[in-house]
């Protein structure tokens, strides 16, 4: 298949990252792509979908990363997979061998291995530049359920209307489930038979770099997670502190220890992020040197940080992402020609274990299984965004009053960087707006 042709089915069917923050899939497709990588490292703690998926469609996924090394004219198509996921590494090797110059890295059971930059070093030895991309280095990354959707674009026909997602903490019955794109994050909970504290909080992604977010609020495209967590809760509790308070703290108890920039994954790769440097000089008001300020553009915001390392439980991390957003709105853009230092030795001795973080956060207790079920959720109602992936949103091209059939159009992609939007249950479009679409199911 030619690169061209891909490019217009995944566009069409609205394939984008299924994790992160939902880069359209499409425009990873490029002849500079040397080596593809495979992403089944679940980033975050409690997580489970993408080896659970990977065990169970082995074979499809295994096809659709096939068909993207060979339309992009990729050498080597490495799945990156921790060790500890047994089953997902059996039902591997049971398909690999039908696929050659594709290959197994297992990895270490540490936090952030899902990070793509972490990732790219483990597989290949290669570093990605601060501010840079992955294709930068001929690498491209493919997390699990975004190669499964693209098999189901070309084999099936199928566009992107349904989501899997894990559902675990404070639920009676913990799950992995897959639901309708545009459903509430309430219903997605009640499959799992629903919360078991009397004031829940719902957590969006994994608990070091996810948000709390309603009940109320639809499932995306890249909504991994909900995790279900009491309102007393460290974690939560941590997301609602405020900067001018973090300052304040940092100023009056930062011992100046240094553990948060010895433990930072991006500073272990050569990046020159430093949040021990920074809190000192944030916390001081001393901008007589502004690289500390400038360098916080390059924080990939882990939250090993804040959330791991200081023993004074300060927060790095969301004084860096303040930063970042300050630096965004005032248009300041770091150097684009800074190259990584050197790899430190030390980095291997510094990885964060994951049983140990869930420890830390106080999660072990909801370390238990979460059983994948593959039977698709039935809701009455969606609200389908417009804008769930990086680029520009897409375009309403129904009306209110509008019959919409499950896997229909219901967002064309936009100018540049961008994808179609689909129906994800048979309805009546109820209302449009720039940013959503919502349908009801006809009785």
């Known amino acids: 298949m030619e690169i061209r042709q891909l490019q217009d089915i995944l566009q069409q069917k609205g394939v984008a990252g299924a994790g992160g923050a939902g880069f359209p899939t499409y425009m990873k497709l490029t002849d500079k792509a040397e080596v593809i990588l495979l992403n089944c490292a679940e980033c975050e703690p409690l997580l489970t979908l993408h080896q659970q998926l990977l065990q169970c469609h082995a074979a499809q996924i295994l096809k659709a990363f096939d068909l993207i090394a060979r339309t992009v004219g990729a050498k080597d198509a490495v799945i990156g997979v921790k060790r500890s996921y047994t089953g997902t590494i059996k039902a591997l090797e049971r398909q690999i061998g039908l696929f050659p110059g594709m290959r197994l890295h297992l990895l270490e059971e540490a936090y952030p291995m899902g990070d793509e930059?972490?990732?790219?070093?483990?597989?290949?030895?290669r570093v990605v530049r601060p501010g840079g991309l992955p294709i930068e280095q001929g690498v491209a990354v493919f997390n699990v359920e975004t190669v499964y959707?693209?098999?189901?674009?070309?084999?099936?026909?199928?566009?992107?209307?349904?989501?899997?997602?894990?559902?675990?903490?404070?639920?009676?019955?913990?799950?992995?489930?897959?639901?309708?794109?545009?459903?509430?994050?309430?219903?997605?909970?009640?499959?799992?038979?629903?919360?078991?504290?009397?004031?829940?909080?719902?957590?969006?992604?994994?608990?070091?770099?996810?948000?709390?977010?309603?009940a109320d609020e639809p499932v995306t495209k890249t909504t991994n997670a909900v995790l279900v967590l009491p309102e007393d809760h460290p974690v939560p509790a941590k997301k609602r502190r405020s900067s001018s308070i973090d300052l304040k703290r940092a100023?009056?108890?930062?011992?100046?220890?240094?553990?948060?920039?010895?433990?930072?994954?991006?500073?272990?790769?050569?990046?020159?992020?430093?949040?021990?440097?920074?809190?000192?000089?944030?916390?001081?008001?001393?901008?007589?040197?502004?690289?500390?300020?400038?360098?916080?553009?390059?924080?990939?915001?882990?939250?090993?940080?804040?959330?791991?390392?200081?023993?004074?439980?300060?927060?790095?991390?969301?004084?860096?992402?303040?930063?970042?957003?300050?630096?965004?709105?005032?248009?300041?853009?770091?150097?684009?020609?800074?190259?990584?230092?050197?790899?430190?030795?030390?980095?291997?001795?510094?990885?964060?274990?994951?049983?140990?973080l869930t420890a830390r956060l106080g999660l072990t207790k909801y370390d238990v299984p979460a059983p994948l079920r593959e039977d698709l959720a039935e809701t009455s109602r969606v609200k389908i965004l417009l804008g769930q992936h990086i680029g520009a949103p897409s375009k309403a091209v129904v009306h209110v009053g509008d019959q919409v059939r499950k896997g229909s159009i219901v967002g064309e992609a936009g100018q540049g960087l961008s994808i179609a939007v689909h129906a994800s249950i048979d309805g009546v479009v109820t209302e449009v707006t720039p940013k959503h679409v919502m349908i009801i199911r006809q009785q």
């Open 251 to 356: 100023a009056s108890i930062c011992c100046q220890c240094s553990t948060c920039t010895d433990l930072c994954p991006r500073h272990a790769l050569g990046h020159p992020i430093d949040p021990a440097r920074f809190m000192r000089a944030a916390s001081n008001q001393d901008f007589r040197d502004l690289e500390p300020y400038i360098n916080a553009a390059f924080c990939s915001s882990c939250g090993v940080c804040e959330m791991y390392a200081c023993p004074q439980s300060l927060a790095p991390r969301s004084l860096l992402a303040d930063m970042k957003l300050g630096l965004k709105k005032a248009q300041v853009k770091p150097p684009g020609d800074v190259k990584p230092g050197p790899v430190l030795l030390s980095r291997q001795f510094r990885k964060v274990p994951e049983d140990r």
């Open 149 to 214: 959707n693209v098999y189901r674009a070309v084999s099936e026909d199928a566009p992107v209307t349904d989501k899997y997602l894990t559902i675990c903490g404070e639920v009676a019955n913990p799950l992995t489930v897959r639901v309708p794109i545009g459903c509430s994050v309430r219903e997605a909970v009640d499959m799992a038979g629903g919360a078991v504290v009397s004031r829940p909080v719902f957590f969006i992604g994994g608990p070091m770099m996810g948000r709390i977010g309603s």
């Open 117 to 125: 930059v972490v990732l790219i070093y483990e597989a290949t030895g």
